[in-house]
């Protein structure tokens, strides 16, 4: 992608990140994938975007998550239980991702009200997954590898924009925002303890 790209998304904490590296050391993919596997430091959970930056686009999606934190949405959990590949449609690569156990309403909600709210500025954006990508272009399918659930409690939002070129690129994030934990959420929290 040779433009400059800005979208909301989410990416995992330190101790949910390695649980997510290990995973992956553990069936041997790191090893399969070689240069091939997206980097760690960009594993995401996209939730509204890309599109094309500039200031007209900081400004919408800042002004989308402020009107989302007001709403206000709330933090919600995914569970990553397993390791599948799939080729989209209209393309020849391969993508390797974690999948979640099930959509949580809540993550639906936020996409749908994101989705709403960067209209009409912004071209309409597109469904979005609960998932992890590991490559854009694995050598080859990979049949569903069942991991050990890994509860990722999404709690942080991101305004990022990609920043680099060849391999050294990362997203460089230009705002946050938390989502607050709803008193009925309060019985979850034990699960989210780093480990």
């Excluded at 900081?58 to 402020?66: F, I, P, V």
């Excluded at 080729?87 to 390797?96: K, L, S, Y």
């Excluded at 912004?122 to 694995?138: M, Q």
């Excluded at 659930?149 to 990022?160: A, F, K, R, Y």
Aim: hydrophobic share 35%; charged share 25%.
């Amino acid at each position: 992608m040779d433009t400059s790209r800005m979208m909301v998304m989410c990416q995992p904490s330190d101790p949910v990140l390695r649980r997510m590296s290990s995973a992956v050391d553990q069936r041997g993919l790191r090893e399969f994938l070689g240069a091939r596997m997206f980097p760690e430091r960009n594993w995401h959970q996209t939730l509204c975007g890309p599109y094309e930056a500039c200031h007209a686009t900081e400004r919408t999606l800042a002004r989308a998550c402020d009107t989302a934190l007001a709403a206000p949405m709330r933090a919600f959990r995914l569970r990553l239980n397993r390791i599948r590949s799939d080729r989209w449609p209209d393309e020849e690569r391969i993508h390797w991702s974690f999948l979640s156990q099930g959509r949580p309403s809540d993550f639906d909600a936020l996409l749908q009200f994101l989705r709403t709210e960067v209209q009409p500025d912004l071209p309409p954006d597109t469904g979005h997954t609960p998932h992890v990508t590991i490559s854009y272009r694995a050598p080859a399918p990979l049949d569903t590898l069942r991991i050990q659930p890994i509860d990722w409690l999404i709690q942080q939002i991101s305004l990022v924009v990609r920043q680099g070129t060849g391999n050294g690129w990362r997203y460089e994030v230009l705002q946050s925002w938390e989502l607050p934990i709803m008193p009925a959420n309060d019985h979850q929290l034990e699960l989210f303890a780093p480990q």
